[in-house]
């Protein structure tokens, strides 16, 4: 173990670290490998703020790290704001949140900063909601999201209602790592703290259903619909939108709707994966549901299953959601005669290009970001002038209007349900509109894998792949010629056969993409809040037809199983040099 492993071993021995943290460090030295890792940096703040294993150290979540960051947020809004300072805190159904959040609570409260905490577990989106309805300067959530039961977080927004992003990340971050965990001030002061819940709670369902709602929906009793909140968040708002919209034919999968931080009935709590709607999608058959709903423990991300032409439930991915569901509201607008060039749609790098054709289609401004939502929600404060009508990623997550500056499960399930009841009406099907799309704007077709690289060891594996893929860029993606070559770290976009070259006019971060000659795409970037490399594959073809659609599909499913298989080839042997 390094010096800087010891050091940290060393401070955690002593005060101000309590008994109870001590004794388990006593326990964890019994083995050096996960000491070592406990304690050779310090948790990072990424893509979704901080997240990470729960446990004793410096890399771990625990009342120390999160009291840590809490202090140092203190510290920059005393120093650079007088008045108003309050902020509102929520957390999930993970173990550990309700604690934490009531010593991310506390330490704000010691800091002479007023605290709007809420009474139980609230979904993200609440919170974020609530940042701008209370006028709060930061919102705190405890959440790991989807992230395995051994994992928890710490999610932070700030006044706009969006996660921080630069300068503020910065700033704040250099407060907390100019800190010392002696200087946390854990004496807090109960008479700034009030306890939230209804207030919150009614305006923040009243909205979804204002934002949502379809008129020309005449009857929403004809489709069966099952729900579960897989353990999580949802299973407080969901009951109250669905039965105020109007939906009374809904099944809930009853042992997932109870809050559970080991998440006993599912391997993952990630709708992501088929397999954690498993019990959902058996309920949704013995019911013979129109729609499968799912939603991670925090609510920020949903999964969906939908009728087939074959009139099996099927799965729908996160960029097929992300187009039906723009297709849908834009549509709408359009009806209503309510578009026009100032409004904008918002998605990102590693999502669907098929994006850019609908906003095409039906003549609205299509702002792309770097991955994750904050850079969505900062679209919207820094386009003042434009009206933002919904934002979506690959990662099953869509935020519709601007209420709430992040990804919504609870509205985005609303309006999958009104989706479903408007095209039913209509003697169709939201599959059959799929295809439609596919038909009308090309038939894209996308997939994410992941390279999964745990440890220190693991992040340096890391480093090294990506930095292999820059030296030493694709020549081509199959037989296909690459043509571009984007690296964002340097925001450098060069044409690969003319040796042209254009600025992206993005903020840098670690991302690499590769573009051929026929519009496939492979893009390349560490996940922010885990260990691996995650590879966005997307592939297209024009489908003349609907009867056309399974013959296209398999088409282009083999050739992103062939592009997966010749990139693993590509790592084992040309970037075996920079593995050494």
Known sequence: MNNTVNKNI???SNHPFCEETRNKLNHLKKDKVKLNDAFYKNLEFGTGGMRGLMGVGTNRINKYTIGKNTQGIS?????????????????DCRNNSSELAKVVAEVFSANKIKVYL??????????????????????IVLTASHNPPEYNGFKVYWKDGGQIVPPIDNLLISEIEKLKFKEVNFNFRP?????????????????????????????RNDIKIVFTALHGTSSIIIPKLLKKAGYKNVNYVKSQMIADGNFSTVKSPNPEEIESLDLALKLGNKEKADIVIGTDPDADRLGIAIRDLKNNL?????????????????????????????HFIASTIVSTPMIKNIAKYYN???????????????????FPDQKFLIGGEESFGLMIGDAVRDKDALSASLAACEMISYYKQKNSSVFKE????????????????????????????????????????????????????????????????????????????NVIEFESDDGCKIILRPSGTEPKIKMYVSVNKALNNVNEFEKVDKILNDKIDRIIKSIGLWIQTTLIEFLD
């Open 191 to 219: 008479e700034l703290i009030k306890i939230i819940d209804k207030e919150i709670d009614e305006p923040f369902i009243n909205n979804c259903l204002e934002n949502v709602i379809n008129e020309d929906v005449k009857s």
């Open 75 to 91: 510290n920059f809004i005393n120093s650079n704001y007088h008045v108003n300072k309050s902020v509102v805190i929520a957390y």
């Open 314 to 342: 099927k799965l729908i991915n996160g960029n097929q959601l992300m187009v039906l569901m723009f297709n849908y509201i834009l549509n709408k607008k359009n009806s209503e005669k309510a578009l026009n060039k100032n």
């Open 364 to 382: 609205v401004d299509c702002k792309l970001s770097l991955t994750g939502f904050k850079w969505i929600a900062k679209m919207i404060e820094d």
């Open 10 to 12: 060393e401070e955690w």
């Open 118 to 139: 809420f009474s139980a577990m609230r979904p993200t989106p609440e919170l974020s909601y609530a940042v701008r309805k209370l006028n709060c300067l930061c919102g």
């Open 434 to 509: 799929l295809i439609k799309l596919y038909c009308l704007h090309g038939f894209y077709k996308e997939k994410l894998v992941s390279i999964v690289k745990g440890g220190e060891k693991g992040q340096n594996e890391i480093k090294k792949i990506i930095n292999g893929f820059r030296k030493k860029p694709l020549d081509y993606i199959l037989d296909s010629k690459v043509k571009y070559f984007c690296d964002y770290s340097i925001s450098l976009k060069k044409n690969l056969i003319s040796g042209d070259s254009e600025n992206i006019i993005l903020p840098k971060s």
